[in-house]
């Protein structure tokens, strides 16, 4: 039976109960789902706002936030399916945001990249090595990004290490590498003998032989008298003479006798210099040269013998060519240069010049008569501006490939952008043929060859000298031959440069390890780190690795092995911890300040305690957490509270150096007089009122603000100003603008941040009804005597100033200086005036005369020379002495080149000043004009009304800096200075320690709004600011200017139907947009280039001037506008054809029917519409134009620079690239915070000029509706 369809289907309860049961599981899973979610982004907003990124912290609290509202809110359904990406958006454009703004408020830069907490742990892993340590010499050793290794060779012993990270110490033995070095002599338990009693007992009055390797053999050891000892030995030792006898060659060398146990060793040098080390049981050892296991030093003779041309080694030495060095060649340095200097290798079409290793494409060109020319440009370089060129028997030719007068006189045309000339002359450009192999060029200086050559090899080995040339570094090596039994041949390379990261030894032996500068290429998966970059990355790297980075983890403290960071290059054991940091004083203990460095650190708990508790710990060093600047400053104990004495006593008054375990409790209850070496401490007394601790029996003086010194005369601390004076006891009050106590009797000079001291000045002296005495509070950036100054006086009818000595004689239009009249003339400045200047008494007297062709008054003996531009002194000519008219004797003598030089105008004028080029100032004090030489300056000083006199007197003064806590100041020391710490801030004070070397890095905190008070304050931004800010708004307005009428004016004439090819037009036009902007400017920059950009090349051509694009500011505002309208055009041009496809058509019907011609269609009706939809887009290409940095890099850099600018700053620079300069381009790093600053003002800036332009474009709109 069926059931029917009412049957069939589900009841409402039923399908009620599952959409229930469908729903409750729904929601089950939602709350889970935002349950883990939530739960998630509280642990990752609790990690960042403790790693001090509150930032991205709340981005990350409103996404999550974000997410529980879309669920819950039925109204937010639909953004559910949206939510990732809303998430992704408020990350990507909110966080940036911010980022910037929560960065204006920091003082994140470089040293301040981490929180607190991260700062603490980079310095916490920190270790040192004690001043007497065991040293090394290390090698850094590679073994992947993070991984290095150290081969150590002990300083004293010359015993080997290797360290690894994680691995016990590893003892080398440098015979398990198959050779020896050279060792120490008093290594392996020898010592040296300083008196010879105990070889003279191992004698026993006879002659001793001793037995060594060879090539020594035996040793004959006699009392003295070594000629005359009857032995076969070749070597004799003279005990009590301390020499040894060489009876092959008959000379005599001092001898260093080495003992161990009842053996004896020796070391010299002999008659060439070469040394010797010869010690029982082992190999002899020749100046530095290896001991090889199974290898004999071999004569040159070997490798003739076995026709070797050629060694091939492992990398980085390679193949070494064997070739003959000419000694001709070697110069007054001892370096030798290879001949030929130049190989040409036609198969490669390489050529190399053997001196400098430099490499050189090279192009053959023959002529009709067989004759071949070279053409030589410098491998791998991006720009070529210079070229090699060798013709037919004539030496080599450097071309400059820019100079087109040079060029087209060899007859050597470029095409655009190429390097390589398809002729020269009468040479056309060809393969070169393998028949000019083996053959030489004739009239190359240096030399010239044409073979086969293996660029590869660097190395040169001259057999016959025993010489070798690595021509990459010039680098000259003596060379050991070695050879073993089965005929294989081993290198020693000795250079004598011991500079690190040079090759300065090598040793290469057959299918072994290269063994460089002493050390394995590679070593225990190692690889060594010979190069500059190699190096610095490791030295950079072993800086800052952790206290245990080398050794096995449980090594003690003792055993480890450390980076000295002072000493580049050197490493020491043991490597202590440096660093504990104390978490409730929020400070770094340094451990190296510590006396008792070995003791057990461990057991104080530092970390919790104060350090000053412990023995040995007074003068420790601390760094203080400054969480208002985010630096760790330095400190030490300064004061410690005596109970005893109810005072502070100043531990800069007692050496800590011999107080052995005294601690701070011991200062603290003990008197002073009980401890030793504190007995003539001295104790200060505080005043907090005054903020300031003074010595015990200094007084405060509250109403006159000052500090007396009443030990001689007590109750001064109530009496007056007056009292105070005439009491005659020492005192300092207080000078508000410097912020200390100083001497009543001082001067403050706030510009100059100096106290002036008047003690023995006398003030009478001054002109007191012309100059105040607050005049002697100038900036004294240079002091200078008044000697120094010049005073003037006008002759206006001549336009000029002449120096209070010279006085104008009117007969003779001359002027004369009377002190150069001799007394004897007896004549008065009034009769100088007026004489006749042919007089004998002016026979010696200085004289001007006025000179008709430069306007100017010159010695007599002057005579200008129009060709010259300048002067020449007749008096120096022999050949026009009683000449009338020297001027043809002149012109023919500088035509032939006898006169070449010539005395500028400005020199031939001194030394009087002319109205046209100088002013003096006019000054009534001195009756007459001031001016100041040349590199003088009174920085502060108005010479109109300053009395030179005055200078004496500031001259004589005494300059105090004014700094706290300067004894030359007061005994006061203030507590803008001190800190009191955390534990036990009671009994002990703290000083800042500017002697402590700084602890890096800092860390980040917020600092207010001290980046935008910076910005306002700092007087770098306020030398161009004002040019470079006009400059941006400038170029922005006419970046848009040019561009917007560029792209419009294409766009009308494209949106004109009888345009014929408007879409293959259209395309060509948009080729700028399509092309990254990035290759447009360099492209561009190339195009401008001075001497092989073909504009300038083209203006040359045609007009015969080179514009200076980069050099000129006009001229490179010029281009910066040209290159910006070729990137902005086409933009514009696709904007306005949409812009103008849109307007209706019968609105210009309308205006023909009523007679409006064309162009008052396009200013009534075309431009107003035209603006309502391209208003918006030109506000942001302005925007954009502002900002344009890109630009300004790659064109210019910012370039020409402004001259006499404080801070860096060029023409072409707007304000991005200006500011940034300032926030990156100084010598304090980068400065994020700073320039984070520097955008939300720029971003103001641009927000208010956008803002207004907003106000036109609703006027556009209004126009727009009315149309």
């Not at 004014?962 to 006061?972: A, D, G, M, V």
């Not at 209706?1144 to 011609?1157: T, W």
Request: glycine content about 8%; charged content about 20%.
């Amino acid at each position: 039976m069926s059931a029917t369809g009412q049957e069939a289907r589900p009841s409402k309860e039923g399908r009620a109960f599952s959409n229930q049961r469908t729903t409750t599981v729904s929601s089950v899973l939602m709350l889970l789902g935002l349950m883990l979610l939530n739960a998630f982004g509280l642990v990752i907003v609790y990690s960042l706002l403790r790693e001090g990124e509150p930032g991205l912290g709340l981005v990350i609290a409103i996404v999550t936030i974000g997410f529980n509202l879309i669920m819950f809110i039925p109204r937010l359904y639909p953004l559910r399916w949206m939510s990732p990406g809303l998430a992704l958006m408020t990350m990507l454009v909110i966080y940036p945001v911010i980022y910037t703004v929560q960065n204006a408020f920091t003082n994140y830069g470089d040293g301040h990249l981490f929180g607190k907490s991260q700062a603490v742990r980079l310095i916490a892993d920190r270790g040192y090595v004690p001043d007497d340590a065991r040293t090394f010499t290390y090698t850094p050793y590679r073994g992947g990004e993070d991984d290095f290794a150290l081969w150590l060779v002990d300083d004293r012993t010359g015993e080997v290490i290797f360290a690894e990270q994680g691995e016990p110490l590893r003892e080398i033995d440098l015979s398990d590498f198959g050779f020896t070095m050279p060792p120490v002599a008093t290594s392996g338990g020898f010592t040296r003998l300083d008196q010879p009693g105990p070889l003279i007992g191992a004698l026993g009055g006879q002659t001793l032989e001793l037995e060594f390797a060879e090539p020594v053999g035996l040793i004959a050891v006699a009392l003295s008298a070594p000629e005359n000892v009857e032995t076969s030995a070749r070597y004799v030792v003279a005990a009590t003479q301390g020499i040894i006898y060489d009876r092959e060659t008959e000379s005599t060398a001092p001898v260093t006798v080495l003992q161990r146990g009842d053996e004896f060793g020796f070391a010299w040098d002999a008659e060439d210099g070469t040394s010797y080390l010869a010690r029982p049981d082992e190999p002899i050892y020749i100046g530095r040269l290896p001991v090889i296991d199974g290898f004999e030093r071999v004569g040159i003779e070997a490798i003739a013998e076995a026709g070797i041309t050629s060694f091939s080694f492992d990398a980085p030495v390679g193949q070494i060519r064997i070739e003959p060095i000419d000694p001709a060649t070697q110069d007054s340095f001892g370096i030798y240069a290879l001949t030929p200097q130049y190989v040409f290798d036609p198969i490669q079409s390489l050529t190399i010049n053997q001196r400098n290793a430099r490499v050189y494409d090279t192009t053959y060109f023959e002529n009709e008569a067989g004759d071949f020319a070279l053409w030589l440009t410098e491998s791998g370089l991006r720009r070529i501006n210079r070229a090699l060129l060798i013709l037919p028997g004539q030496n080599i030719r450097e071309i400059d490939v820019g100079n087109r007068r040079v060029m087209d006189t060899l007859g050597i045309r470029l095409s655009a952008g190429a390097f390589i000339p398809d002729r020269i002359g009468a040479f056309n450009r060809v393969p070169a043929p393998e028949d000019i192999l083996d053959s030489t060029l004739e009239g190359v200086a240096a030399g010239f060859a044409i073979r086969e050559f293996d660029f590869n090899a660097a190395f040169v080995l001259d057999v016959e000298q025993e010489l070798a040339i690595d021509y990459r570094t010039g680098l000259i090596y003596e060379v050991a031959i070695f050879q073993s039994e089965d005929g294989a041949f081993a290198l020693w390379l000795d250079s004598d440069t011991r500079e690190r990261g040079r090759l300065s030894t090598v040793l290469a032996r057959p299918d072994e390890t290269m063994f460089l500068n002493g050390t394995p290429a590679d070593f225990r998966g190692f690889t060594l780190a010979l190069g500059d970059r190699e190096r610095a990355e490791a030295v950079a790297f072993l800086q800052d690795i952790e206290v245990d980075y080398f050794g096995a983890p449980d090594d003690p403290p003792n055993e480890r092995i450390g980076i000295i960071p002072a000493q580049l290059g050197r490493a020491g054991q043991p490597y202590f911890l440096r660093y504990i940091f104390n978490d409730i004083e929020q400070a770094f203990v340094d451990l190296s300040t510590v006396e008792a460095a070995g003791m057990n650190i461990s057991a104080l708990n530092l970390e919790e305690e104060t350090p000053y508790n412990a023995p040995g710990f007074l003068g420790v060093v601390q760094y203080l957490a400054n969480d208002s600047t985010g630096t760790f400053d330095a400190v030490r104990l300064r004061f410690v509270y005596s109970e005893t004495e109810d005072a502070w006593l100043d531990l800069n008054s007692v050496s800590l150096v011999n107080v052995g375990d005294v601690t701070g409790p011991d200062i603290a209850t003990r008197p002073p007089g009980s401890i030793p070496g504190f007995g003539g401490a001295t104790l200060f007394n505080e005043f907090p009122e005054a903020g300031v601790f003074a010595p015990v029996g200094w007084v405060y003086n509250a109403g006159v603000d000052a500090f007396v010194d009443a030990r001689g005369e007590p109750g001064l601390e109530d009496v007056t100003a007056e009292a105070l004076r005439d009491s005659g006891v020492s005192y300092v009050i207080r000078y508000e603008a410097a912020g200390i106590y100083a001497p009543s009797e001082w001067v403050y000079n706030e510009a100059g941040g100096q106290f002036i001291t008047l003690s023995g000045v006398d003030i009478d002296a001054l002109d007191l009804e012309g100059i105040e005495l607050t005049d002697l509070e100038l900036p004294l950036i240079d002091l200078l005597t008044s000697d120094q100054l010049t005073v003037y006086q006008r002759f206006a009818d001549q336009g000029v100033y002449a120096p209070q000595n010279w006085v104008f004689n009117a007969q003779a239009n001359a002027f004369v200086n009377i002190d150069s009249i001799p007394p004897s003339a007896e004549i008065s400045t009034e009769e100088a005036a007026t004489a006749d200047l042919s007089d004998e008494a002016f026979a010696r007297a200085a004289i001007l005369y006025f000179d008709d062709a430069t306007n100017s008054y010159v010695p007599a003996d002057y005579f200008w020379v129009e060709t010259l531009e300048g002067y020449v002194d007749l008096s120096r000519i022999d050949a026009v002495e009683g000449v009338e008219d020297p001027a043809p004797i002149v012109d023919q003598l500088v035509e032939e080149g006898v006169i070449v030089t010539a005395f500028a105008l400005s020199v031939a004028r001194e030394p009087l000043l002319y109205h046209d080029t100088t002013r003096p100032t006019r000054n009534d004090k001195v009756d007459g004009y001031i001016y100041l030489a040349d590199g003088i300056r009174i920085d502060g000083v108005d010479l109109a009304t300053f009395n030179p006199d005055t200078i004496d007197i500031i001259a004589s003064a005494t300059l105090v800096r004014n700094q706290f806590n300067s004894i030359r100041i007061s005994p006061l020391v203030y507590e803008e200075t001190l800190r009191r710490p955390q534990i036990d801030g009671e009994r002990y004070v703290l000083a800042l320690d500017s002697s402590a070397p700084t602890l890096n890095p800092g860390y980040r905190v917020n600092i207010g709004l001290l980046n935008f008070q910076r910005l306002i304050d700092d007087p770098r931004l306020y030398g161009p600011l004002l040019d470079i800010f006009v400059w941006t708004v400038t170029f922005a307005l006419l970046s848009v200017f040019m561009t917007f009428v560029a792209g419009l004016f294409m766009a009308i004439i494209l949106n004109d139907d009888g345009i014929p090819g408007k879409k293959i037009i259209r395309s060509l036009l948009i080729i700028p947009y399509a092309i990254p902007g990035v290759i447009g400017i360099i492209v561009w920059q190339g195009m401008l280039n001075q001497n092989l950009g073909i504009i300038t090349n083209t203006f040359a051509d045609l007009f015969g001037v080179r514009p200076q694009w980069f050099t000129d500011p006009t001229l490179a505002k010029t281009a910066i506008l040209l290159v910006n309208l070729w990137l902005g055009y086409p933009y514009m041009m696709l904007i306005c054809s949409g812009a103008l496809q849109a307007i209706p058509s019968d609105v210009y019907e309308a205006a023909a029917v009523d007679g409006a011609r064309v162009f008052q269609r396009f200013w009534n009706i075309t431009l107003p519409l035209l603006l309502v939809t391209v208003g918006p887009l030109l506000i942001a290409s302005f925007t954009f134009n502002f900002n344009n940095y890109l630009l300004i890099e790659l064109l210019t850099q910012g370039n020409p620079p402004i001259p006499n600018t404080p801070t860096p700053a060029g023409y072409t620079d707007i304000l991005i690239s200006y500011t940034y300069n300032l926030a990156f381009g100084t010598d304090r790093g980068a400065q994020y915070g700073y320039a984070s600053a520097i955008t939300i003002v720029i971003f103001a800036l641009v927000a208010v000029v956008t803002m207004i332009q907003f106000r036109f474009t609703r006027q556009w709109e209004e126009v727009g509706e009315n149309v």
